[in-house]
């Protein structure tokens, strides 16, 4: 692409398989945490509930700091 | 580190992987044809016999004056059960004065309100009279009886049976040894009569009576979560009157169809014997019923009767397997009352048991004294089985469908179950301000 005699340049950055495959563990992962954790609430079963979200939480924030931290690690190299 | 704490920090995520993925694989194929409509889950298995064996040379029926309700005082002795009463009728005055949650007067009030139904029936009495004049027969309404075929009869049963209340039914042919021998008094036969009856001496079943429909009525969980209070006692005199209301509505219903019908909640016979046999569950540690839809959260009622009906299997949904390694109601047991048995035996432990059969029998007078100890009754093993669960998130279920199928996760489950809290005793004090359904039960759970 080009215009006034600049160029723009799109890097495309191909996940593997496994990569995908661990993404959609994780998002399974979570659902199912949060599942419990909304039917716990419903079923008044506090330390249950307390615990599904401590569990969601952290499969969250980990799984959203792994993939900054593989993100990051590209843009670098 | 024990054998609990080494499942709990050494495979919990394992086991739990496991489960899951074997449960997506659960068998899906109908159970039974006939228990399409009114069916079990599908990881339940129908069995042509119950589990637990029967010695058909010991197994009789049972006088119903040697239960514990009948037969405490003498079990217990009569000095002892004096001091018993006296101490509970204390003890009762301290938690009122004290305003303890769940034996204050509003808690004693909704539990004994709770009883208001089923005090209007008793064995042949009330509601549960075995004949009634009060309904329209079909040669009243100058009509012939009923006449469908036994699979249409018993689609009928499960449908009246659930309109009037029913959590599930099962249907099965008689066992007449799970019958009373005596009660209040009198014996009980079986004779060649058109209709039942009763005399000064005797109660009387007609032999065409060969069908029993099992039923069972859910209790609210919230309220067996508060035990022991009088909270939770509301729970069990609620379902003691929905399980009335059931039985005398339904019984009505096979009287309109122009047939015998004999409405019974526990007196009469075993309801777990035959709840048993008409697949509505399996006998656990408690030496009580526990559903694979419910657990142990139901009371049972019956209706026999001579409308010929499509009859069910026992089931097998793995409880045999669980209760053998679980015993979490033997250990939350206050009166330790409940067997730690491996296996379940065929000793039984005193007078109360009916002998003849493989059971993990209980220690009945521990139980109904500390009845009388906590003063308002007791259900603690119920909550804390680990089947006894609202299904409100699916990790319950695949759970249930695992433990079916794979009895060596039973352990785990166990183990992770109580991990997560459940089965602990719920303030009574809060029942108050829970927004309740309707009897406090979700009439849709377990209906797939």
Not at chain 2, 43 to 55: T, Y
Not at chain 2, 115 to 122: E, F, N, P, Q, T
Request: glycine residues 8%.
């Amino acid at each position: 692409m080009a215009e006034k005699g600049k160029f723009l340049v799109v890097k495309i950055r191909k996940s593997t398989w496994f990569v995908w495959v661990l993404r959609v563990i994780w998002v399974l992962w979570l659902l199912f945490w949060a599942e419990f954790t909304l039917g716990s609430w419903k079923e008044l079963e506090k330390r249950a509930f307390i615990i599904s979200l401590v569990i969601f939480l952290w499969s969250l924030v980990m799984g959203l700091f792994l993939w900054l931290w593989g993100y990051l690690k590209h843009k670098k190299a | 580190m024990n054998r609990r704490d080494f499942f709990k920090f050494g495979f919990g995520g394992a086991g739990l992987a496991v489960g899951c993925g074997l449960a997506s694989g659960a068998d899906n194929s109908p159970s039974s044809s006939g228990r399409s409509v009114y069916g079990h889950p599908s990881w339940v298995k129908m069995i042509p016999m119950p589990k637990l064996a029967v010695d058909d040379k010991v197994y009789s029926r049972f006088n119903a004056s040697n239960n514990i309700f009948g037969s405490f005082t003498r079990y217990y002795g009569i000095e002892n059960r004096k001091k018993l009463m006296q101490e509970s009728r204390e003890r009762r005055i301290k938690y009122y004065l004290e305003k303890r949650p769940g034996y204050r007067l509003e808690d004693r009030a909704l539990a004994d309100a709770g009883w208001v139904i089923s005090r209007l029936g008793g064995l042949n009495r009330g509601t549960r009279a075995w004949t009634s004049k009060s309904g329209r027969t079909p040669e009243q309404r100058g009509v012939e009886k009923y006449n469908g075929s036994p699979e249409e009869a018993a689609q009928l049963i499960k449908a009246a049976a659930r309109y009037f209340g029913a959590a599930t039914v099962g249907i099965t042919m008689l066992d007449r040894r799970h019958i009373h021998s005596q009660e209040r008094g009198k014996a009980i036969f079986f004779e060649s009569a058109n209709e039942p009856y009763e005399d000064e001496e005797k109660l009387v079943i007609p032999d065409k009576c060969k069908y029993a429909i099992a039923l069972s009525v859910q209790m609210s969980l919230d309220n067996l979560q508060c035990s022991p209070t009088a909270i939770s006692s509301a729970g069990s005199s609620m379902g003691y009157s929905r399980c009335e209301f059931l039985v005398a509505g339904l019984a009505q219903f096979i009287r309109g169809l122009g047939y015998v019908a004999i409405p019974s909640v526990n007196d009469l016979g075993s309801s777990v014997a035959i709840g048993v046999d008409a697949g509505l569950g399996e006998l656990g540690r408690t030496n009580r019923l526990i559903t694979p839809e419910f657990g142990p959260y139901v009371r049972l009622c019956k209706v026999l009767t001579d409308l010929p009906l499509a009859t069910d299997k026992p089931i097998d949904f793995g409880l045999l397997e669980f209760c053998k390694v679980c015993k979490r109601c033997a250990e939350a047991c206050p009166a330790n009352c409940l067997s730690f048995d491996d296996q379940p035996s065929f000793q039984v432990k005193g007078e109360w048991n009916n002998p003849g059969h493989r059971a993990w029998f209980e220690d009945a007078p521990k139980c109904y004294a500390y009845w009388q100890e906590s003063t308002s009754g007791c259900s603690i093993c119920i909550p804390v089985c680990p089947w006894s669960k609202k299904d409100k998130t699916m990790i319950h279920e695949i759970v249930k469908a695992s433990s079916a199928k794979i009895p060596a996760l039973d352990m785990f489950f166990s183990v992770m179950d109580e991990a997560f809290g459940y089965g602990r005793p719920k303030d009574a004090g809060k029942w108050w301000s829970l927004n309740l359904p309707e009897y406090g039960i979700d009439t849709t759970q377990g209906k797939g």
